[in-house]
Nanobody
């Protein structure tokens, strides 16, 4: 059973940075596809970034440039570095891991960007 624990959220001003962490237990990162998604109030969950295999990464066009997903195999942790944050980035950020047909979610961490 894979377990995910996010941390690092908080309140930040527009233009600031945050680094979110997702600590993975019960599995090794190289066998998982790990992604970050977010959900703002009254909006659908939105894909932010993913990492898999030999450090392959994917970002939707709307997320390129300000978000960076970083995998640390030694610490079994996947980070989301977020720069030049905007109020529209305010959301609960979730870590997700997929292994074959198995899907796992963390509890989420709140990020609030003040204007």
């Amino acid at each position: 059973q894979v377990q995910l624990e996010e941390s690092g959220g908080g309140l930040v001003q527009t233009g600031g940075s945050l680094r979110l962490s997702c600590v993975v237990s019960g599995g090794t990162l190289t066998e998982l596809t790990v992604a970050w998604l977010r959900q703002a109030p009254r909006k659908q969950r939105e894909f932010v970034a993913s990492v898999w295999g030999s450090d392959n990464t994917y970002y939707p066009e709307t997320m390129k440039g300000r978000f960076t997903i970083i995998r640390d195999n030694a610490k079994n942790t996947v980070y989301l570095q977020m720069d030049r944050l905007e109020p529209e980035d305010t959301a609960v950020y979730y870590c997700n891991a997929v292994r074959g047909s198995e899907k796992y979610w963390g509890q989420g961490t709140q990020v609030t960007v003040s204007s």
